[in-house]
């Protein structure tokens, strides 16, 4: 009877170890692009050189582990075991909320939040010679200049910020580089006015770290009333009439994805959509627009002329252009995490700069693109 147990457990633990690679040679993919956001490993040549020979067995591991059959059902199984029946983070990356609220905690995310690593003075000073210097030059040659430093999920909703977590110090980062530049007339900070608007809506995503386009919309209002203090003729922001709140389920986004329950988990995206159709257009990249819960399909020669091109279908940082018909000029946004630069011209001339650092994207486009349109309407 013991013999024939082991026997039993023997081929059951072969036929468990074998069953993937067999599936994978009668056709089988379990990869999911499309739910894992990122770019998996493409099968390997194998090529009449050195090199190719020495990379093959690599490389084909590295396929097997991003496509090896039932892969993705597994890491699916494996994320609602722990956060639906254990009521924990499937990943390290992620920290769970009250009410479906998820949160990123890599990268230093878990330490923004407490405020673990205040800027020293060497460095808050650093900081204000460079925004200063940049409003010089700008102001020199007739450009308003603000810069923005744009808010993590935290600091908007630190009361669905897991409970464990505890701030250490009261000042942010991005406090002490605020109140350092408070006299240089270049600091816009959303915070306040984002603070004031989730009272009455969610501007920021629940399974991403991104805001809204809710949110989205009062940063530009924010940042479109600073610019008009430096150069009024620049429009008035739209206001909230000129846009239809609408709402629609999609799936769970990034952080959801890093869970690995991209396909269980979702949330309602509220959206804010202009009545009139938009007269400028994304001109690059060429997918234009995307918005939240759409994929992003990206060709990797789109962005060959970038320093930073973005990793599998989505899209980090990097830059839009944006033109308005009949106008002539065009409307340049560099965005990324450690920084970017939003320029307007006409007839070889900027119009208005806004330096962002640490761009919470999702939305970022849409409000770029509303810059932009303002802006250049201002040098008509």
Not at 237 to 251: C, G, L, Q, V, Y
Not at 297 to 311: G, M, N, R, S
Request: proline share 6%.
């Amino acid at each position: 009877m013991r013999r024939l147990l082991n026997w039993f457990i023997t081929v059951a633990f072969v036929g468990i170890i074998a069953t993937p690679p067999v599936a994978n040679l009668l056709g089988a993919d379990g990869a999911d692009q499309e739910a894992e956001n990122r770019k998996l490993a493409a099968f390997p040549v194998l090529a009449s050189n050195w090199s190719s020979i020495r990379s093959f067995l690599p490389e084909l591991d590295a396929w097997f582990s991003d496509h090896f059959a039932f892969r993705s059902q597994l890491v699916t199984w494996y994320g609602i075991s722990r956060y639906v029946w254990l009521g924990v983070s499937p990943s390290p990356a992620v920290a769970i909320g009250p009410r479906g609220w998820l949160f990123y905690a890599d990268d230093g995310g878990l330490e923004d939040f407490t405020n673990e690593h205040p800027l020293t003075e060497a460095e808050i000073q650093n900081w204000r010679t460079t925004i200063v210097r940049a409003k010089k030059w700008c102001q020199a040659r007739g450009i308003a200049y603000v810069f923005t430093i744009l808010p993590d999920k935290g600091s908007i909703y630190p009361e669905l910020f897991p409970q464990t977590a505890r701030r250490v110090n009261r000042l942010s980062r991005a406090d002490q580089v605020v109140t350092a530049i408070t006299d240089v007339g270049a600091a816009v900070d959303v915070r306040p006015a984002l603070l004031d608007a989730k009272r009455s809506a969610r501007v920021f995503q629940k399974t991403d770290t991104h805001w809204n386009q809710r949110g989205a919309y009062i940063g530009y209002r924010t940042i479109i009333d600073a610019l008009r203090l430096q150069l009024p003729s620049i429009p008035p922001s739209k206001p909230e009439s000129d846009f239809e709140p609408m709402t629609r389920h999609i799936a769970g986004m990034d952080l959801a994805g890093m869970m690995g329950l991209t396909r269980v988990l979702g949330e309602e995206d509220l959206r804010f959509v202009p009545k009139q159709k938009r007269q400028y257009v994304v001109v690059e990249p060429k997918w234009n627009i995307v918005e939240a819960g759409e994929p992003r399909i990206v060709k990797p020669e789109t962005f060959a002329h970038l320093q930073t091109p973005p990793e599998g279908s989505g899209y980090a940082g990097g830059l839009w252009k944006t033109e308005l018909p009949g106008v002539g000029g065009a409307a340049v946004c560099h965005t990324g995490h450690m920084g970017g630069l939003f320029g307007v011209f006409h007839a070889g001339r900027k119009i208005a700069c806004v330096t962002v650092f640490n761009t919470e994207g999702g939305g970022w486009e849409w409000l770029g693109d509303e810059l932009a349109a303002a802006a250049l309407k201002a040098a008509q």
